[in-house]
């Protein structure tokens, strides 16, 4: 291996460091009392070193968005991708849903937090595009699926975007609500019966049969 290859790998097990000791901060004081100073701190690393990797605390809870946007493409094709009828292509989608927030749930709610917040503004341009095209894919692909759904007579004729944004708004919205409900009391955590009651009554909605 030459020193530039092991130049490169560093690089990237110190990043791979960096955002492993980000996401614990998070965890423990939230985005916004987290500061790259405890982020160091956490990662055993100078202040210093934090910023030759990401340029303020915005762009690393940001690039903790990335892996979950790449896993969630990476279900949503194996989904898009099943030689199946309509029904079961649709089940397997919210299969996929689940697996997403069981992958990485603080992620994923820092995702959609991301989403939702002035702070994708202050993202540099290159970070910003990466996060819009990943988030712009998986919602194609998602409407792909009820475009199928519909041309084959089993989902109603609704505009097929409009079936994803609906679908990921619920997913979304879902989420969020039962986090920040288990911030008041962590007994209570009811987001997989919620979430399934939930994607029950969306797919009710849209089925031909039942109009």
Known sequence: MGIK????????RRRQQIMLAAKRVFSSKGFNRATMEDIAREAE???GTLYLYFKNKEELYASLSLRILNYINMRLEEVKDREEDAD???ERL???MHDVYEFDPLIIINMFHLQSSETLKRLSPA???EIETLSRQAL???ADVFRDGIAAGRFIDHH??????????????VVLWEASKRIIDDSKDYLKPTLDLAFEIFQRG??????
């Open 94 to 96: 919210v299969e996929a």
């Open 160 to 173: 097929p975007v409009a079936l994803a944004d609906i679908l990921w708004s619920l997913f979304s919205g």
């Open 88 to 90: 079961l292509r649709l």
């Open 127 to 129: 970070l910003k595009a």
């Open 45 to 47: 690393l100078s202040p």
């Open 140 to 142: 194609t692909t998602i």
């Open 5 to 12: 290859e092991r130049k490169k790998r560093e690089r990237e």
């Open 206 to 211: 849209i089925a031909r049969d039942r109009h």
